[in-house]
């Protein structure tokens, strides 16, 4: 047996991650999907070179909504290629109307719809609908030959269903964006302050630690944070946040469970789900 056959065959990488631009590498380690093109196609491409990709191994770009932090690189990595686009049909509606996104050719545009599971590269996809004032906003749920992982981000608030989906997957990519006092006391206008706290906005480190701490089993291989805010968090504040959470319930981390925040723009490289 050689080292790398005991290696999960699903890989998630991490190209960005946070208000600045969001784009994941989820599938095999030589052709996958992304998730969001909040970057610049050159960002893509550089990132996508150092796993050994290119455009080539990408079969699939599912969008989680219309903001511009998750599309603003969708049109220019598209000009000369053709990928299919995944999206919830408002989402599509959006993409079609947005300013940076209006060029791209529909003829790519592919429906999904919450609770309608489809497969990509054998890989399962299960799109949920998450509160957030973005068009047509879902998560995604994927399973590969039984490796789980859940795509939880810019959520206002951890509904039933999303709480759900967040339970069955042994993998998760979940938002913790602001901490509540940086956000409190920041210079945001106050009815910004209220939209990302509101029920359509983002979800904070204390939201999102409490029902982490709430689910954690010693099953769960990976908590990777997502979409920080750079104003309004850093990632020392939200790994405290989770630590005292945890302690507070009582609930101790399993030694094969990796806990971090992701690079706002730096690669994390392959981790085997
Ligand atoms: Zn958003
Ligand atoms: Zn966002």
Request: glycine fraction near 6%.
């Amino acid at each position: 047996m050689d080292l790398f056959s005991c290696l999960s065959p699903f890989v998630f990488c991490s190209f960005a991650s946070g208000s600045s631009g969001n784009c994941y590498y989820v599938g095999r380690q030589d052709e996958g999907l992304l998730v969001d093109v909040g970057i610049s196609a050159r960002q893509v491409k550089e990132k996508l070179l150092h796993q050994d990709l290119s455009l080539d191994n990408i079969k699939a770009i599912l969008i989680t909504h219309d903001h511009i932090d998750h599309v603003s690189g969708l049109e220019m990595l598209l000009k000369n290629t053709a990928i299919p686009i995944y999206a919830h049909p408002d989402c599509l509606q959006g993409l079609a109307e947005g300013n940076a996104t209006k060029r791209l050719d529909h003829a790519l545009f592919h429906e999904i719809e919450p609770a309608q599971p489809f497969e990509l590269l054998g890989i399962r996809i299960e799109p949920f609908p998450v509160m957030h004032d973005g068009r047509g906003a879902m998560g995604y749920f994927f399973d590969c030959e039984g490796h789980t992982l859940t795509i939880a981000t810019d959520i206002g608030m951890l509904d039933k269903v999303v709480k759900e989906q967040l339970r069955r997957a042994e993998n998760l990519v979940v938002e913790a964006n602001y901490d509540v006092e940086m956000l409190e006391h920041g210079s945001y206008p106050y009815i910004l302050k209220q939209r990302i706290a509101g029920p359509f906005g983002h979800l904070s480190n204390v939201e999102s630690a409490r029902f982490l701490a709430e689910i954690y089993h010693p099953g769960i291989k990976n908590i990777l944070l997502c979409h920080l805010s750079e104003n309004n968090n850093t990632p020392e504040r939200a790994m405290q946040c989770f630590y005292e959470q945890f302690r507070k319930r009582h609930v101790h981390l399993d030694v094969n469970t990796t806990i971090c925040p992701l690079p706002r723009h730096k690669s994390t490289g392959f981790v085997y789900l």
